[in-house]
Structure formats: C-alpha cells, structure tokens
C-alpha cells in the first residue's frame, strides 16, 4: 500500500517562510513526477508548482521567485520550499505523484491529505 504524507505546515506572519515535504511510503519501485497543489477557502484548487522525475520545476507564476521546488529520491521526497510568503498564500497543501509500484503493476496517481498553511498580515 501507498502513502503521500504532507508536513511542515503551520501558521507564519507576512514575510516568513516555511518548508514543506511530501513523502511516499510504502511498495514503491520509484517516485514520477510531483505536484504540489493549493486550495484556499472557497476556491478551486490550483497547480503551485510541479517536479520532472528529472528534478525539472516549473512554478506558477503567483509563486515564481518565491517557491521552490525540489527532491530527494533516495527518501523518495519532495519539498516546496516556500518564502516572502502573503496572506493570500494561505489554503491547504496538498502533494500529488506518479509512482511507480513493483512488478507489472504499473503507474498510479496518489493524493495527500493535504498540509495546512496560514499566513497572517
């Protein structure tokens, strides 16, 4: 069985920053490419920034300059290192993978629980 864990959320005034992690455990042959999503109160979740199984970023243009995204695939985890943080940056985090599984089981999409970040003014 697999699991995408997001962590590292929590509440930081203007300005601050805080890094969050995305790790999968469980039967994994090997960790595809990486989303990491947002969802505020009453809006539509959005893509914040994205990772190539190749450790190529590409961001949103609300968060270019001030995320970033990275891996480790030995932990088979990905961090979105996220700075000069607004309020309007807050919403629930949420991680999404391809991952490979073992044998002939092929590549399955994987969703998080999500990470809660507030950023207060």
């Known amino acids: 069985q697999v699991q995408l864990v997001e962590s590292g959320g929590g509440l930081v005034q203007a300005g601050g920053s805080l890094r969050l992690s995305c790790a999968a455990s469980?039967?994994?042959?090997?960790?595809?490419?990486v989303g990491w999503y947002r969802q505020a109160p009453g809006k539509q979740r959005e893509l914040v920034a994205t990772?190539?199984?190749?450790?190529?970023?590409d961001y949103a243009d609300s968060v270019k300059g001030r995320f970033t995204i990275s891996r480790d695939n030995a932990k088979n985890t990905v961090y979105l290192q996220m700075n000069s943080l607004k309020p309007e940056d807050t919403a629930v985090y949420y991680c999404?993978?391809?991952?490979?599984?073992?044998?002939?089981?092929?590549?399955?999409?994987?969703w998080g629980k999500g990470t809660l970040v507030t950023v207060s003014s």
């Open positions: 990772i190539t199984s190749g450790s190529s970023p």
């Open positions: 999404n993978a391809y991952i490979g599984l073992p044998t002939t089981q092929g590549v399955m999409n994987y």
């Open positions: 469980g039967r994994i042959f090997s960790l595809g490419a």
